[in-house]
């Protein structure tokens, strides 16, 4: 079965730091763009930032450009999203999200998510 | 920034109903354009990439069509389970529309 699970999430104060590891199976990793989406509590969905299927190439959403590094272990079947100096509206449920390689820019592979409050 | 417009923001159907949900880009996105459909608690599921290809598994009763930048989801016949919010996204860049909510009348 393919799946996405997503961790790491929990209550951080602002100015802190997560990092959520995201764990593949059922596929090959290496064969796929990767991305992180999240929700705000009642929101719509907001693309974070993704990665090319060797690392090489990685992209931003502007408001957590500098603060999110998004980075991959091809070996070990895992996607991380380190999160710095996180702010009250980094708050958000966040999915891990496998890119498809019919069209690179949908997303056909949904984690279960996991989330991320930021509050003092 | 491409913005991604979605009209209605919700709406009230019956079971049998054609539904249709629009997308709207605030420039041209050719057919880089997908929709996802997400139920309460909850990942979104890809229903429609390229506008108008059906993801495997996806029902019949979803169709998509559109290119540049309106776009169109249609479901035939609503069934109880399609009672959930639908979201267009664009690939050119990576944008989401905000989402139409789509209630049991």
């Known amino acids: 079965e393919v799946q996405l699970v997503e961790s790491g999430g929990g209550l951080v104060q602002p100015g802190g730091s997560l990092r959520l590891p995201c764990v593949a199976s059922?596929?090959?990793?290496?064969?796929?763009?990767m991305s992180w989406v999240r929700q705000a509590p009642g929101g719509g969905l907001e693309w974070v930032a993704q990665t090319k299927f060797d690392g090489s190439e990685e992209y931003y959403v502007g408001s957590v450009k500098g603060r999110f590094t998004i980075s991959r272990d091809n070996a070990k079947n895992s996607l991380y999203l380190q999160m710095n100096g996180l702010r009250v509206e980094d708050t958000a449920v966040y999915y891990c999200?496998?890119?498809?390689?019919?069209?690179?820019?949908?997303?056909?592979?949904w984690g279960r998510g996991t989330v991320v409050t930021v509050s003092s | 920034d491409i913005q991604m417009t979605q009209s209605p923001s919700s709406l009230s159907a019956s079971v049998g109903d054609r539904v249709t949900i629009t997308c709207r880009a605030s420039?041209?996105?050719?057919?880089?354009l997908h929709w996802y459909q997400q139920k309460p608690g909850k990942a979104p599921n890809l229903l429609i990439y390229a506008a108008s290809t059906l993801q495997d598994g996806v029902p019949s009763r979803f169709s998509g069509s559109g290119s540049g930048t309106d776009f169109t989801l249609t479901i035939s016949s609503l069934e109880p389970e399609d009672f959930a919010t639908y979201y267009c996204?664009?690939?050119?860049?990576?944008?989401f529309g905000g989402g139409t909510k789509v209630e049991i009348k």
């Open positions: 996204q664009q690939g050119s860049g990576v944008t």
């Open positions: 420039q041209s996105v050719g057919s880089y």
């Open positions: 999200v496998r890119q498809s390689t019919m069209t690179r820019s949908a997303f056909d592979v």
């Open positions: 059922g596929f090959t990793l290496s064969s796929h763009w």
